[in-house]
């Protein structure tokens, strides 16, 4: 564990103290802390006992109470200070537990890393069902946690809820014939759909409570401008659109998306067993 001024404690090692300081760059990114902490705090390997007085908070409340901050009014009002005011103690407190933001960032992401427990191979579900239920648990999951699209997570640690997030999904295309790897790269392609568009409909709530502009008359603004370039002729196929072609929702184009994707799988399955 390292001192609040950088300086390498008792039993952290100078390479330790490195990644600190080269994530610092970097705050919101999973596994932009102290690694081998992290690990061991998600693991439930860090919680290290203390002397004095029994501790008044326990890491599981600092973790949702940072995700309660987060969820309402985004990542970066998330402080150890904050934490230490909305639960009713000294900051230095928090330290006990957790030794720093970029830490505890990994507990807030495995936290909320959780997908439906009901879709099941064993439950009647075949793998394309299978699949439907995980991608719209997982979109849910990033609309109610917009502040995980601000996270990098190319390099993910994996704590036990997200391992339970992808056993789930994997277990859902036992018995096809995919390899390893081919399994692993729908479930990223999958991922990488759910992401996109969440971070889409996240930004578009988000530009109206910033601007207090709504939809409807950010694109009435811009009506006439767009009237006279069509009338041009110089977008005919934007032209001929009929009015109501950009009116389906973030769910409508979700479900299009996903279906596309799942269709070619399964054609694919098909090719491969005829």
Known sequence: ????????????????????????????????????????????????????????????????SAVEIADAEGLEAVSMRRLASELGVGTMSLYRHVPGKSELLDLMIDHVNTLPTEPSPRRGLDWRKHLEECAHGSYRNYVSHAWLL?????????????????????????????SGQQKMMVIMSIDALVTGLARQEVQSTRAEQRTGVSDEEFWTAQSPVLERAMSTGAYPVLARLPMDAFAATWEDTFELCLTALLDGLERRLALHVS
């Open 1 to 64: 564990m390292s001192s609040r001024n950088g300086e390498t404690t008792p039993g952290q090692t100078p390479r330790a103290t490195s990644r600190r300081r080269s994530a610092e760059a970097v705050p919101a990114a999973s596994g932009g802390g102290d690694i081998d902490v992290s690990l061991a705090l998600l693991w439930g390997m860090g919680e290290q006992a203390t002397r004095g007085r029994k501790p008044t908070i326990t890491l599981d409340a600092i973790v949702t």
């Open 150 to 178: 601000q996270v990098d997570q190319s390099r993910p640690l994996l704590g036990p809820q997200a391992l339970a997030g992808l056993e789930l999904f994997l277990s859902g295309l036992e018995g096809l014939a995919l």
